[in-house]
């Protein structure tokens, strides 16, 4: 068991939860995830560590409510216990000082997984330009962590409400024509699959090397299921893995973008069962 010592509400339907997950906090490093099991008859779902404390034992997870599963998370409190928490998982990113700038991208909830990727690299000694997006301002998480890291911040949301209008893809293509790409080391990007998928698209013209971290739909987090799969320059990858990490410009993304749709009806189905059962006990979201 493993209990939840701090719990933020940090937009609509996005919670921080700080877990008590000390053999997990000894070994996990950037880029690298968790499979959590909130109970015996919970369905197992992967999450990024966000953070995490070596010295407390914890590990940071923050997770958006979109389906059943995050849902009922939702409901925890601190005190509260989640029965398994596994990894760490994936495999870990590998960085190095560079002699040239670092462009990073978050989409919305992708500003957690980004955080101790952005850390790591600054940490390293580089010149870092971050870009955080979402599609609005009260949708937007994480801004001060991750402008402690960056030399270079901005923001862009959907309407306009903070920072500037747009897309962060429209923020990169702004970057790249204000300077030489050849300024840049490469772009990491991490979020919604349309979102990579565009930052890829981007880069792909200026051959800068994109580098993206999939979250695809997983079932063991081991790379027996399956369900993970990816095509990576015609080849089939593992997301849990080979990944999460891949190069954007070789991911089929057409293939990925089907697959990741694949079970909506159950989920749908299992979503409305859950929202039945809370109105028959009275419970109401936070």
């Known amino acids: ?7 933020d509400i940090l937009a609509e339907n996005i919670k921080l939860m700080e877990v008590d997950a ?5 070994r996990c490093q950037p880029g690298q995830f968790v499979m959590i099991r909130l109970h015996e008859k919970g369905e197992r779902i992967p999450l990024t560590i966000a953070d995490f404390n070596r010295k407390n034992k914890t590990i940071t997870l923050i997770f958006q409510e979109v389906g059943k599963s995050t849902e009922e998370m939702g409901f925890l409190k601190e005190g509260d216990s989640i029965l398994d928490v596994i990894g760490p998982l994936g495999l870990a990113t590998e960085r190095k000082k560079e002699e040239k700038k670092v462009i990073c991208i978050a989409g919305g909830v992708g500003a957690a997984p ?29 801004e001060d ?11 862009t ?31 990491l990007a991490i979020g919604p699959v349309p979102m990579m998928r565009a930052t890829a698209d981007t880069t792909r013209p200026y051959k800068l090397p994109t580098f993206v971290s999939l979250n695809t739909i997983m079932v063991d987090g081991t790379g027996m299921c399956g369900s993970c799969r990816v095509t990576v320059d015609g080849k089939v990858k593992f997301a849990c893995v080979d990944g999460p990490e891949f190069n954007g410009h070789l991911v089929d993304w057409n293939e990925l973008s089907a697959r990741q749709i694949r079970y909506v009806p159950q989920e749908k189905e299992a979503c409305e069962h859950f929202h039945r059962q809370l109105e028959e006990l009275g419970i109401k979201p936070e």
């Open 157 to 187: 949301t959907d309407d306009g409400t903070e920072g500037s209008e747009g897309f962060v893809s429209q923020k990169l293509e702004e970057l790249l024509n204000d300077a030489s790409p050849d300024d840049y080391a490469y772009v």
């Open 1 to 7: 068991m493993h209990r939840i010592l701090k719990k």
């Open 114 to 142: 980004l955080f101790p990727e952005l850390r790591h690299i600054k940490e390293l000694g580089n010149y870092t330009v971050t870009v955080l997006g979402a599609r609005s301002k009260d949708l937007l998480i994480w």
């Open 145 to 155: 962590e991750l402008k402690r890291y960056s030399d270079e911040f901005y923001i």
């Open 22 to 26: 000390p053999l997990v906090s000894r």
